[in-house]
């Protein structure tokens, strides 16, 4: 498999504080995405970062990308209630041709308790 | 903001029965997708269509599977004979024209096999 996995793999947390889940990949990518589901609903796309970058924000998101640790972590600042979701990262390979699928990781359940 | 639009939002069919699941893609888009996520499981790319044909396809899109783009807006997925492993909920997805932009995702359609 070319996608490692996220941890933890279910995070509890009260509202308010900071909640930080990590991701790790195998192989070169173009890109990681990080998406959101609520139970039952579509993913939300949350942030994208490339592979010469190192760092994004938006709004209370800060992803951080090491391309040597093959690794990349989402941090959820001042988390709400409904902050309570999974939370998904997902790569784009480098590879030829017009590939761009997402290879997804298992997924971080949070919850934020009120 | 544009969205990603998918029907039925639940579908149930005989085993053996043929289904058509149906997306409209956000309109200035070139690529599309789909995946599948069975329930519990990671999110699991099917395929990739662009300029009206398929670019890459996973193991699991088999011959029972099939793409279409019959006009400008929808792109359908056609289960030709279900098995009761496609019971999953089906994930349409667009992106613009290169590797670095996000993939927007539908609401999904949950599909039950009986």
């Known amino acids: 498999s070319q996608q490692g996995e996220e941890d933890p793999q279910a995070l509890s947390i009260q509202e308010g504080e900071n909640a930080t889940m990590n991701c790790s990949y195998k192989t070169s990518i173009n890109n990681l995405q990080w998406y959101r589901q609520n139970s039952g609903r579509g993913l939300v796309h949350l942030i994208l970062?490339?592979?010469?970058?190192r760092e994004k924000h938006s709004g209370r998101l800060r992803v951080t990308l090491d391309t040597s640790k093959k690794s990349s972590s989402l941090l959820i600042t001042a988390s709400r209630a409904a902050d309570t979701a999974s939370y998904f990262c997902?790569?784009?390979?480098?590879?030829?041709?017009?590939?761009?699928?997402?290879?997804f990781g298992k997924g971080t359940l949070l919850t934020v308790n009120p | 903001e544009p969205e990603v639009t998918q029907t039925p939002s639940h579908q149930v069919t005989q085993m053996g029965q043929e289904v058509i699941l149906r997306c409209v893609p956000i309109s200035n888009h070139l690529y599309f997708y789909w995946y599948r996520q069975i329930l519990g499981q990671k999110v699991e790319f099917l395929v990739s269509f662009y300029n009206n044909e398929i670019s890459e396809k996973s193991e699991i899109f088999d011959d029972q599977f099939s793409v279409e783009r019959p006009d400008g807006s929808n792109f359908t997925l056609k289960i030709r004979s279900t098995k009761l492993e496609d019971s999953a909920m089906y994930f349409c997805a667009s992106s613009g024209k290169d590797r670095n932009q996000p993939q927007h995702f539908g609401d999904g359609t949950r599909l039950s096999i009986l």
């Open positions: 970062i490339r592979s010469n970058e």
């Open positions: 997902a790569t784009v390979f480098i590879s030829g041709g017009s590939n761009y699928k997402l290879t």
